[in-house]
């Protein structure tokens, strides 16, 4: 197609990203053709994203670390089981013979 920039993929590590973070803001960052998915780069869990625009940069890179942790925070308020027991039912134990 005429006019159409060719797509680029680089992989973004995933440590402090949550993905519904990254997924619904990527396009903000990247243009509106950008997509990302979860990928494994050499034993590194993270995403891979492709898209025409720009890559992320390393302050938009922090500023997703710093929606995701918000966002986690938000999740872990509305759920009310953070660091508490939950239980999952009483099984007993069955011996063996």
Do not use: W
Not at 6 to 34: K, L
């Amino acid at each position: 197609m005429a006019g159409t920039k060719p797509m680029n993929s680089y992989f973004v590590p995933g440590y402090g990203i949550s993905r519904t973070v990254i997924q619904n803001e990527i396009r903000y960052h990247c243009g509106p053709d950008a997509i990302v998915r979860p990928y494994t780069h050499q034993g590194r869990d993270g995403f891979l994203v492709t898209t025409s625009g720009p890559p992320l940069t390393k302050e938009q890179i922090a500023d997703l670390r710093e929606s995701s942790r918000d966002f986690e925070e938000k999740q872990a308020a509305t759920s009310g089981f953070v660091n508490q027991p939950v239980q999952v039912g009483n099984r007993g134990r069955r011996s063996v013979s």
